[in-house]
């Protein structure tokens, strides 16, 4: 008996970047591909002998894996050579030395080889951070927006087969549209391939109708009406395909027309299943349909979640249209949860503003991000329970207005108020730096806003303006009594000042150095000041 090989595993590359709702954002000006491009693309890397191979068998040699199947020892995987000797899964392992009494027969070492198998799933994770398993053994890759970062899908095809080789495994690989398109090229086509994009209807057409994997009952009908290669199946009307052969036969017939129809269980690199999704009753433009069966879709995502003990951080739907790559969206969750009726109202929101370029087959759900249980409450009597969670508000508005239009407001060491401040990600449950709370005990941000405005020394206004407006005052004994607003010339009704602000003396423009008055007028209270030429402009407004 040959001693297992162990699997080598290879530093993961990191997690490569995210793309925009659709794919659509792209490297900006540097000759790169498209982080996410629009067009789909699947690597499937077939491991015809991983079940042998990972004992230390080669392709070339007759070895079958067997173990007590239906009151009897069969086969249950086998090498390419054991299957040119005519040995098949199923064979018992009689029937097996009878037909070639050379083969050697492995006992199957389920545990081990499942240990093995996840090994190699994160031994290709530095390729792709999607990947799925294909079958059995084999893997399927997302590398739409990563091929480009090992040159190109060739150089990528180079380094999948060596990293497969060091790993002390044979593979055929493909990369097309589709994963089951892949699959069937990889699986019966003449070598590894890269199809071009919109090329897999071409590439498939001369493989035989197996190829695509239909179910037996499928096979059989389609063996009585002489359909034995694909491209003669492509051909038919996707209507009477449709109404003759149900769901299967329109998904596969779409495969085999060159478009994406498959549907991936996609993985985590510890083996996490983390999509699920649902054949929608017929071609849709409307929403409506995807609205009705999006409720079950959920609670299955959910207890999906709840089987790992984790929750929800960002989601992405995927429709998959008639025609054309899928339409992508995708939501980032505030707080972490796994309830569906929350998640339901996160994900129907952000698909008020979907228009389809083509009608919908098909809906997606995957959860591109999830973390451990939190473990969170609400409290009881905290006020701020009873309404919207401040991190589902924050993410509701990020989804809205776009990544990075919410910011927190940081002091910058600056005497001059314009730039006394910086933007800084804002984090839920994190307290920005700033001035500590002047009175003991007292929490509320806007009571402690209020305490810095009024009650202190030298009040601050809360909104500053970007730049300073340029204001006409008319002063009496130096301090501002009239100001011109828009609607004409308004008496000052308090004013308080002034307070001198100066510095910048080694700048270029020669330093700054302004008097600050808090000037009331027409129902309100602003932040004023006269500059070394007399010229007032308006800072801010309490």
Known sequence: ???????????????????????????????????????????????????????????????????????????????????????????????????????????????????????????????????????????????????????????????????????????????????????????????????????????????????????????????????????????????????????EGLRLHRIARGETASR??????????????VVLGGPTIRLEPIHFVLPGLLVRVCESLARRDAMAVRLAIRLLLERGPPHVVRVRVGRPTRDPERLQRLVAARLERVRLDAPAVELLLEVEEHTAEQGWQPGLMDRAEAAEPLEDLLARMTDALGEGVLFGAVPADSWLPEEGWTKREFRPGARLPGPPAHRKGDQDPVAEQR??????????????????????????????????????????SRSEGPERLEGGWWRSDGGWCRDYWIVSVDGRTGWCFRDEQARWYVQGWF
Do not use: N
């Open 1 to 247: 008996m040959k001693h297992p090989a162990g699997l080598v595993l290879f530093p993961d590359r990191g997690p490569w970047p995210e793309a925009s709702v659709g794919g659509q954002r792209e490297a900006r000006d540097t000759g790169r591909e498209p982080l996410r491009a629009r067009t789909p693309r699947y690597l499937v890397v077939r491991l015809p002998a991983f079940a042998l191979e990972r004992c230390g068998y080669d392709s070339g040699d007759v070895a079958a894996c067997v173990d007590d199947v239906k009151s009897a020892t069969r086969i249950v995987a086998l090498t390419p050579a054991a299957a040119a000797e005519g040995l098949r899964v199923g064979m018992t392992a009689a029937e097996a030395r009878a037909q070639a009494p050379s083969v050697a027969l492995e006992p199957l070492d389920a545990v081990g080889q499942a240990q093995d198998h996840q090994a190699l799933l994160e031994a290709f994770a530095g390729f792709s951070d999607r990947l799925a398993t294909w079958g059995e053994q084999d893997l399927v890759l997302d590398v739409r927006g990563t091929a480009h970062l090992f040159g190109g899908e060739e150089g990528l095809l180079d380094q999948v087969r060596e990293r497969a080789a060091a790993l002390g495994h044979s593979c055929r690989l493909a990369i097309a549209d589709d994963p089951l398109a892949a699959w069937a090229i990889a699986a019966y086509g003449s070598g590894d391939t890269a199809v071009p994009p919109g090329g897999a209807a071409a590439a498939l057409a001369p493989l035989p109708i197996v190829a695509l994997g239909p179910s037996p009952e499928l096979a059989d009908s389609l063996e009585v009406l002489g359909i034995r290669k694909v491209g003669t199946w492509a051909e038919l009307d996707p209507a009477s395909v449709a109404g003759r052969f149900g769901e």
């Open 264 to 277: 991936l269980p996609w993985q985590h690199a510890d083996g996490s299943t983390v999509c699920e999704g």
């Open 451 to 492: 305490h810095l405005e009024v009650e202190g020394e030298r009040p601050r206004p809360i909104h500053l303006l970007p730049r300073p407006d340029r204001v006409e005052v008319q002063e009496r004994g130096g301090r501002p009594v009239r100001v011109r607003l828009e609607t004409g010339w308004a008496t000052v």
